[in-house]
Nanobody
Framework: QVQLVESGGGLVQAGESLRLSCAAS????????MGWYRQAPGKQRELVAT???????NYADSVKGRFTISRDNAKNTVYLQMNSLKPEDTAVYYC???????????WGQGTQVTVSA
């Protein structure tokens, strides 16, 4: 079992920044991938960004150049720095963790990000 605890959501105005954090604990395997997904009201959950324990990152086109994912492997923590936020970034953001070679994906409880125009 892996537990994920997210923090850092909130209400900001368009153009401002937020930083999300997610700490993993439990049965952590060192070679893994952590990431962020989001779900806006009435929409499907979508990928935002992922980063492997080896440092490879992947971003959704909609956030490239504005969001940066990073990790502290020693702390089993992943971060999402979100700059130049837009109202369309409003969503519940979920942290994920799984072993890099596959297996079950663990999800955090979600943190609300609201961007006002």
């Amino acid at each position: 079992q892996v537990q994920l605890v997210e923090s850092g959501g909130g209400l900001v105005q368009a153009g401002e920044s937020l930083r999300l954090s997610c700490a993993a604990s439990g049965s952590i395997v060192s070679i893994n991938i952590m990431g962020w997904y989001r779900q806006a009201p009435g929409k499907q959950r979508e990928l935002v960004a992922t980063r492997t324990s080896g440092g490879n990152s992947n971003y959704a086109d909609s956030v490239k150049g504005r969001f940066t994912i990073s990790r502290d492997n020693a702390k089993n923590t992943v971060y999402l720095q979100m700059n130049s936020l837009k109202p369309e970034d409003t969503a519940v953001y979920y942290c994920t963790w799984r072993q890099l070679l596959g297996g079950y994906t663990y999800w955090g409880q979600g943190t609300q990000v609201t961007v006002s125009a």
